[in-house]
C-alpha cells in the first residue's frame, strides 16, 4: 500500500530538505520532492499526511548489547534478537549490529549462529555483528570478565572465517593481537576497531596502518592523553582517517570533551571526510521494565540514569541513539544536520555500507519521523 507523506524538513543523509512530498510503498521510496508547498499539493487533505518535525533515515547503531529486557550475551539466540530490534525500533534505531562482549567462545559461537539465521532469514535490522572482544587489555577490560579475555585460538579463527555473517566488525586491543591476527582478520574481511586497551601511540599506529580503522568508545577503557604520550585517545583525535564511536550520555564521556572530539573530527568537515558517530553502547535494560539484570554473576543497575555494578563501574549503557542525537543538539549545541549523520552516515560509511548514499527514489530504506520538540521517533511505512 502506498502512503503519501509531507514534510517540513527531510534529512536525506547529507543535507536537509525542505517542504518535502514523498510516497512509501512499505519501506521503498516511490516519490520524493523537495519545494513543495502544503498549499500547492494537488491532492485531497485526506490522502496526505502530515508530518511536523523532521524526516531521517533510521538510525545505525553499530554497538547495541541488548534491549526489551535481553542481554545478547545471555541469549544469543534468533528470539533474543528479535526481542531486541523491538525495542530500539520505538526509539528510531532501525539498522543494527548486535554486539557480544568478551565471553566464551561457545556464545561467539552461538551468537554468530543467531546472526547468520537473522541473515539467511532476510532481516533487514541485523547488519552482521559486533565482538567487542576477547582480545582485549586486562588492565582496560571495565566489566569485561577477566577470565574470558584472550588471544585466539582455532575456535575464533573459524568464527572469523564465516563468510555468513554480515558487516563483521571486532574491537581488540593492540597489546593483544599480532601482526598476523590483523592481517587474518583483515583478510576475512572484519572491521577493526581499536578498545580496551593501554597501549601507547607507538603500538596503536601500526595497527592503523596496517588496516584497523576505528577506535571504540571514544575516551572509555583506554589510554588517555598525557603531555608526552598521546595514548589511544590521542591518536583517535589526530589521526584523520580514524572512525571513532562516542557514548554520549553525559556519563562515560563529559559534554566539553565530546564538543572537542566533534569539533576535531567532523566540523567543518565534507560527509565524506567525518569521523565521529554515535554508539548506544544500549544493554538490557532499554525499552524494558527492567531497572537491572545479571552480567556474569554482577548485579548491574539504573541509578541516575545510568548502569553500574555495586562498586559504581560503568557496565554499558541506558542509552538510545534518540537519546544521543537530542543530547547532540541540547549539550554539545551541534545543529540537527550534524547530529542525524552521526546517527545515519557516518556509521554507514565506517562499515562501508551502502546506507551512506542519500536517500533516492526506488531506495529500500527504512525512515523515520523524528518529533525534535517532543524527541520521540516514529518508523514510517
Not at 565471553?103 to 552461538?110: L, N, S
Amino acid at each position: 500500500m502506498i502512503t503519501t507523506y509531507w514534510a517540513p524538513r527531510f534529512f536525506d543523509g547529507e543535507s536537509i530538505l525542505h517542504n518535502v512530498l514523498f510516497c512509501l510503498d512499505d519501506q521503498k521510496v516511490v516519490t520524493l520532492e523537495a519545494g513543495k508547498a502544503l498549499t500547492s499539493i494537488k491532492l485531497p487533505p485526506s490522502d496526505v499526511q502530515i508530518l511536523e518535525g523532521i524526516v531521517s533515515p533510521a538510525f545505525i547503531d553499530l554497538q547495541i548489547n541488548g534491549g526489551g529486557g535481553v542481554l545478547f550475551n545471555n541469549t544469543p539466540t534468533p528470539e533474543g534478537l528479535n526481542k531486541i530490534s523491538l525495542a530500539h525500533q520505538q526509539y528510531g534505531t532501525y539498522y543494527y549490529l548486535p554486539t557480544v562482549i568478551t565471553d566464551d567462545v561457545a556464545i561467539m559461537e552461538q551468537a554468530a549462529d543467531a546472526v547468520a539465521n537473522q541473515i539467511k532469514s532476510s532481516d533487514p535490522q541485523i547488519l552482521g555483528i559486533h565482538f567487542e572482544g576477547p582480545h582485549i587489555s586486562q588492565p582496560k577490560k571495565g566489566v569485561h570478565p577477566a577470565q574470558h579475555v584472550r588471544g585466539f585460538s582455532e575456535r575464533e579463527r573459524a568464527i572469523y572465517q564465516r563468510m555468513d555473517l554480515g558487516i563483521k566488525k571486532i574491537t581488540v586491543a593492540p597489546e593483544s593481537v599480532s601482526p598476523d591476527d590483523l592481517a587474518f582478520l583483515r583478510q576475512n574481511h572484519w572491521h577493526v576497531a581499536i578498545g580496551h586497551t593501554n597501549s601507547t601511540a607507538k603500538q596503536i599506529k601500526p595497527l592503523l596502518d596496517q588496516g584497523a580503522s576505528g577506535f571504540t568508545h571514544l575516551f572509555n577503557a583506554m589510554s588517555q592523553i598525557t603531555g608526552r604520550e598521546p595514548g589511544a585517545v590521542g591518536v583517535a583525535l589526530s589521526r584523520k582517517d580514524a572512525f571513532a564511536g562516542i557514548i554520549l550520555d553525559g556519563h562515560h564521556v563529559d559534554y566539553d570533551n565530546a564538543r572537542l572530539a566533534w569539533t576535531i573530527k567532523n566540523e567543518n568537515k565534507k560527509t565524506h571526510d567525518q569521523r565521529l558517530f554515535l554508539v548506544s553502547d544500549a544493554m538490557a535494560t532499554v525499552g524494558s521494565n527492567d531497572a537491572r539484570f545479571n552480567l556474569f554473576g554482577t548485579d548491574i543497575k539504573v541509578f541516575e540514569g545510568k548502569l553500574t555494578t555495586e562498586d559504581g563501574t560503568l557496565a554499558g549503557a541506558h542509552l538510545t541513539l534518540l537519546e544521543s542525537v537530542k543530547n547532540a543538539v541540547l549539550e554539545l549545541d551541534i545543529n540537527i544536520n550534524d547530529a542525524l549523520k552521526m546517527a545515519t552516515t557516518i556509521p554507514a560509511n565506517f562499515i562501508h555500507s551502502e546506507l551512506a548514499l542519500p536517500v533516492r527514489i526506488g531506495d529500500q530504506r527504512q525512515l523515520i519521523h523524528l518529533d525534535d520538540k517532543r524527541w520521540q521517533a516514529t518508523l514510517l511505512s
